[in-house]
């Protein structure tokens, strides 16, 4: 099992900026991929950014430019620096892990509540 927490999330406005953590924990795997996902109300959860132990990178364009994942495997911690913020960035954002090659095993957090004002 592997626990995730989130923290960071919070109120800002739009133009500015958050970081959020993941603090993972438990039975970790060599190979896995870690990243953030996010969900608006009444909308699907969608893929915000991942990063696998091997350095690789994905970010849709929605936040290309604008987010920065990354992860510090000694402390078992990810990141999100989120800059540029809109008011549709938000949502609540969630970290998930997964080992590679994928299985059954797909670990999510609970949620940390982004709000963007205008």
């Known amino acids: 099992q592997v626990q995730l927490v989130e923290s960071g999330g919070g109120l800002v406005q739009a133009g500015g900026s958050l970081r959020l953590s993941c603090a993972a924990s438990?039975?970790?795997?060599?190979?896995?991929?870690m990243g953030w996902y996010r969900q608006a109300p009444g909308k699907q959860r969608e893929l915000v950014a991942y990063i696998t132990s091997g350095g690789i990178l994905n970010y849709p364009d929605y936040v290309k430019g604008r987010f920065t994942i990354s992860r510090d495997n000694a402390k078992n911690t990810l990141y999100l620096q989120m800059n540029s913020l809109k008011r549709e960035d938000t949502a609540v954002y969630y970290c998930?892990?997964?080992?590679?090659?994928?299985?059954?095993?797909?670990?999510w957090g609970s949620g940390t509540q982004v709000t963007v004002s205008s």
């Open positions: 438990g039975r970790m795997f060599n190979n896995n991929q």
């Open positions: 998930r892990y997964r080992p590679i090659p994928y299985s059954s095993k797909d670990y």
